[in-house]
């Protein structure tokens, strides 16, 4: 009775909307009202993931009891390109069942960090000289060598998959947020470079400098999620995608810089990682990183907004670029969000919806094959987690139009724009004779910019609009025509 009710107020609330002003409840009733289906077809493409876990009330515990929703609900959810991700735990058996009964992909997500997973193993942490204690408030590391702890959770890894496959559950995702140790910081340098085991591990004058640690460190841990994520997972599903939390590919020629662009990263590259997982996240830490570079600035919506531009679209560029030569047999699944407050200051405006709209465009076009969505709820800001779906849905809809250029494209444009970037930002996708490409500028008026779409082509010249615009180009007897493509309704 309770499935009938749901399902017969859906149809009928289907087409209400809420107003601004009042919070959104975190349900899939009201989610399913705020998201319509997908217009167009996205039938063996990725679904997108979301950190929250979907609910049918906010009192509903099925998910932390492993019991399956109602198969409808899936199934709406795989009609909104969306499903409900799940942790490698036996225990959700039933729920990937019930998914796959409703037509919906069955993706893992597990968040861990710390020491983990070498914890795991006997006597992990770092073995101290006499005369060194870790500064105060610095947590004591493990030996990034010892992978003991790594074994054993590779053979979880295996164990568990092993059951969901015996239950006939395909998997169509692995994608971890293990964002353990180890990490080419300083700290963990200075604690490595005091312990008499690691002193005993490491090779002669790795643990003499900084750099040079750092540079093994990065591809040591490239090493690990290879050997101890993606192999247990490829070996019980060959097919499945598998990546891990900001897994990018940097090189020495074009280096790509942590997801907050405070550091470069060193050389690495995706081993047995079938996709990269660049982060792209409206986080206020820029404020606090990037602010006093820009000199006296006005802290508005405006300048904020420039900001969280530059350094989402930065990661994501960077390692597309790489990955375009390096591994374009890879996928890329980034990681998304519009608000992510790691200070606690309301003084720093949130990334604007309409921004964040524009910034998930050029996502897309920059070489995108789906999306996970971190929408925690948040006090204060709980309607967020639904708004970040609702924006992250229209626009992959949006981008479905152009489904081709998604699947077939080639890059047209990496180029990172800067801080406080005021000319046109522009990205794109080619394909054969066609090209869609997608501008906009960061000012009040309409700006210009010349491309050249084809190399034995002439150059274009296309409007950047401050709402943006979307352009459809043709190549045809050596010309270039220019489409023009309607863009979709802006964010409430």
């Given amino acids: 009775m309770r499935i009938l009710i749901l399902t017969a107020a859906l149809l009928l609330w289907g087409g209400l909307a809420f107003a601004a002003e009042e919070p959104i409840p975190w349900n899939l009733e009201t989610l399913f009202q705020r998201v319509p289906p997908l217009k167009h077809d996205a039938t063996g493409r990725f679904a997108m993931v979301t950190w929250e876990r979907f609910r049918l009330s906010a009192e509903d515990k099925s998910f932390e009891e492993g019991k399956p929703l109602p198969v409808e609900m899936y199934r709406e959810l795989a009609r909104r390109g969306l499903t409900q991700c799940l942790p490698p735990d036996e225990k959700y058996i039933p729920t990937a069942l019930a998914i796959q009964e409703a037509g919906g992909q069955v993706i893992f997500v597990q968040g861990d960090g ?31 060598l010892l992978l003991a702890g790594w074994h054993q959770r590779a053979q979880s890894v295996r164990e568990t998959l092993g059951k969901f496959k015996a239950a ?121 990183q990037h602010w006093e570079k820009l000199g006296n600035l006005p802290l508005n919506q405006e300048n904020m907004d420039r900001l969280y531009t530059s350094i989402m679209l930065a990661q994501t560029s960077q390692n597309a670029h790489n990955q375009e030569r390096w591994a374009p047999d890879k996928q890329c699944i980034p990681w998304v969000d ?80 800067g801080l406080q970037e005021r000319d046109p930002i522009w990205s794109g996708l080619r394909l054969d004779n066609e090209a869609l490409v997608r501008a906009f500028v960061q000012d009040s008026q309409p700006k210009a910019f010349t491309i050249r779409p084809w190399p034995e082509a002439p150059e274009v010249t296309l409007a ?23 863009q979709s309704s802006p964010a409430h």
């Fill in 168 to 288: 006939g559950v395909n998997v169509t995702g692995f994608w971890m947020d293990w964002e353990g140790e180890p990490w080419p910081i300083r700290d963990r340098w200075e604690q490595a470079a005091h312990c008499t085991r690691c002193r005993e591990l490491f090779p002669p004058g790795v643990l003499d400098d900084f750099e040079r640690y750092a540079a093994f460190i990065a591809a040591l841990r490239a090493d690990l999620f290879s050997a101890y994520l993606a192999a247990p997972a490829l070996e019980v599903y060959p097919n499945c995608s598998v990546t891990n939390w900001e897994a990018v590919v940097s090189t020495p020629e074009h280096l790509v810089w942590s997801w907050t662009q405070s550091r470069p990263l060193p050389p690495q590259l995706l081993g047995l990682l079938t996709a990269s997982n660049p982060v792209a996240y409206g986080n206020n830490y820029y404020y606090q």
């Fill in 338 to 417: 519009r608000y992510c407050p790691d200070v606690e200051d309301e003084s720093v405006p949130i990334l604007s919806r309409d921004r964040y709209r524009e910034i998930l465009r050029h996502i897309w076009l920059r070489g995108a094959d789906g999306m996970q969505i971190f929408n925690p709820l948040r006090k204060g800001h709980e309607s967020t987690a639904t708004e970040e779906i609702e924006d992250a849905v229209a626009v992959y809809d949006e981008m479905l139009a152009y489904r081709k250029f998604l699947e077939e494209g080639k890059l047209m444009n990496t180029e990172v724009p």
């Fill in 464 to 486: 950047a609009p401050p709402k943006g615009a979307t352009y459809h180009l043709v190549l045809r007897a050596g010309k270039v025509i220019v489409r023009p493509v309607e």
């Fill in 114 to 144: 710390g020491n983990s997973p070498g914890s795991l193993g006997p006597d992990p942490l770092h073995k101290f000289v006499a005369d060194y204690k870790p500064p105060e408030g610095h947590q004591h590391y493990v030996c990034p």
